[in-house]
């Protein structure tokens, strides 16, 4: 074992005032920059599109020059068939689409056709092997015997925590009361004013006489109350034509015929080939045994 060592010294640091005596704080300048502040307000002037109202009858509203009509819109749409008549040389778009009406043959066969081959059938999956051996685990204690315990030396490196407490010396900015008043805080030369902010703001119709001849922006627009007319015509025109017309959609059709599966045979044909399954059940573990002996 080792001998302990002597305790490390707490480290002391010693801070000194800005301002050390009371003589010095005259002399003492605080830091922050040459920073002055006026008194004088701040003059906005602001001065109306229309300045007088003569001027108004010559003033050209922005925005661009906008014309809305009042023409009503027409939207021509004719029909696929116009007359009846054509109704029989009209060919509806789609493809050339054919659906037959034979059934869907699905031919499975079995993996073991037969009960013979079920014996020379191997299953897939690779080689493997599955034993019964229990695991073992071989932990070893660190201290093996109580005689060993004393000279164990736990692990964490040498750290030492000592009691010492922490001494922090600081001195105020204002050792006594008499220095109190000589005492200036840092800061900058800095002056806040009160006086109040003057906004000069003029309105665009200055008088009530003048608001007959103001013109508002945003451009001439004009806006119409006509009607909006569709021309659209049906597909089918007379209840008489309905027989004649034929919808589109490519010439599909559709059968009601039942699906029929032949060439189907079952995994185990037999009765008798269940008894060789079971057989070959009975190899493939007896396999597995002579191989883990």
Avoid: L, R
């Avoid at 605080?30 to 001027?55: D, L, R, Y």
């Avoid at 869907?104 to 079995?110: C, M, Q």
């Avoid at 003048?210 to 007379?238: C, E, L, M, R």
């Amino acid at each position: 074992m080792s001998a302990p060592s002597s305790p490390a010294k707490p480290v002391v640091k010693q801070v000194g005032p800005k301002v050390p005596t009371a003589a010095s704080a005259k002399e003492h300048k605080a830091g922050g920059g040459n920073v002055k502040i006026v008194n004088k307000p701040v003059k906005i002037e602001a001065k109306p599109k229309i300045p007088t109202a003569s001027s108004a009858s010559q003033h050209k509203a922005g925005g661009g020059n906008v014309k809305i009509t009042n023409a009503p819109v027409k939207f021509e749409a004719k029909p696929k068939i116009p007359t009846a008549s054509s109704a029989a040389e009209h060919k509806a778009g789609g493809g050339n689409v054919k659906i037959t009406n034979k059934p869907v043959k699905i031919e499975a066969k079995p993996k073991i056709p037969t009960a013979a081959s079920a014996k020379e059938h191997k299953a897939g999956g690779g080689n493997v092997k599955i034993t019964n051996a229990p695991v073992k685990f071989e932990a070893k204690p660190k201290i093996p015997t109580a005689s060993s315990a004393a000279e164990h030396k736990a692990g964490g490196g040498n750290v030492k925590i000592t009691n010492k407490p922490v001494k922090i010396e600081a001195k105020p900015k204002i050792p006594t009361a008499a220095s109190a008043k000589e005492h200036k805080a840092g800061g900058g030369n800095v002056k806040i004013t009160n006086a109040p902010v003057k906004f000069e703001a003029k309105p665009k119709i200055p008088t009530a006489s003048s608001a007959k001849d103001h013109k508002a922006g945003g451009g001439n627009v004009q806006i119409t109350n006509a009607p909006v007319k569709y021309d659209a015509k049906p597909k089918i025109p007379t209840a008489e034509s309905a027989k004649e017309h034929k919808p589109g959609g490519g010439n599909v059709e559709i059968v009601n015929a039942p699906v029929k599966y032949t060439n189907v045979e079952a995994k185990v044909p037999t009765a008798s080939s269940a008894a060789g399954g079971e057989e070959k059940a009975a190899d493939n573990g007896a396999e597995v045994a002579a191989g883990e002996a």
